[in-house]
């Protein structure tokens, strides 16, 4: 095995194991506080699980595929077990677009009308139905092997990932449909990211000239929120848009390069992978390891960002 492969597969693997956890210790916390600290519950809570469920689905999809292309047993998936990977793959990509667009709109207008929160739930079944339906054409349709020579690095899990760009993105209709809904919540996430910004600038404006040295310099939970959701925003439009930007190349581009391949496999992980720590950071209610260890030295510690 090449050097370049088994970086590969340790940046894969690495990524796998990192959003599995990180995601892991937030639906434990989540769950919780849904059932014995009700009264420490928020409105986004419900957006959070669900982002961390689909995130953990992905990881297991991303995990489970790079093992099996590590051991050598890239064809054993042969057509079905490629149809239900990328099946899978695709609807929990646009779940993440769809959930991640609700999170920052509903922080957006929640402000505005508090009443927002009874439109979590039906909005989250609308997205599972749609996407559950959207790819019903990847588990149906009849797809030719292909040949996966030796010149083709395994790793790429390149029999599943051209079975889509080949198959389905030479698809005009189907390109145009999953293309308009990309373009409609990328745009729902930037409007809604920057009334976001506009609003805390304001409020920076209008509170500066308050601040005393009496006044302890914390944000407060609402801002430290919205920067969580703003910075969770980011990463996403970067990590996809450079996915788009690759898959593009690989569709129209008459040379494949096996270092895109390699490229997007990475990019398409690296959300799931780090979302979850950017809300454990944010969230004084996950346990902080630094927290745990001081409570343990101290009986009775002050109160400090442990106990927010």
Known sequence: MLLSELILIFVLLTQAWMGLLGNSVLLVVYSRIFISQPNRRKPTDLIFTHLSTINVVTMLIHGATVLIFATGIENKLEDVGCHIISYFRRVTRGLSICTTCLLSVFQAITRLKPQATGCITPSLVFFWILHLSMYMNILTATIPTYNVTGTVNRLNIKYCSDMFLQKYLTNMAFVVVITLRDVVFVLLMTWASGDMVLVL?????????????????????????????????????????????????????????IRLTDAMTVLGACYPALCPWVLISSDPRVPKPHCILKKERSPSPPLDLCDV
């Open 201 to 257: 600038y304001q409020h920076h404006i209008q509170v500066r000239h308050i601040h005393s040295t009496n006044l302890s310099p914390r944000s407060s939970p609402e801002t430290r929120a919205t920067c969580t959701i703003l910075l969770l925003v980011t990463c996403f439009v970067f990590f996809y848009s450079s996915n788009c930007i690759i898959i593009l190349s690989l569709t129209f581009l008459e040379y494949k390069d």
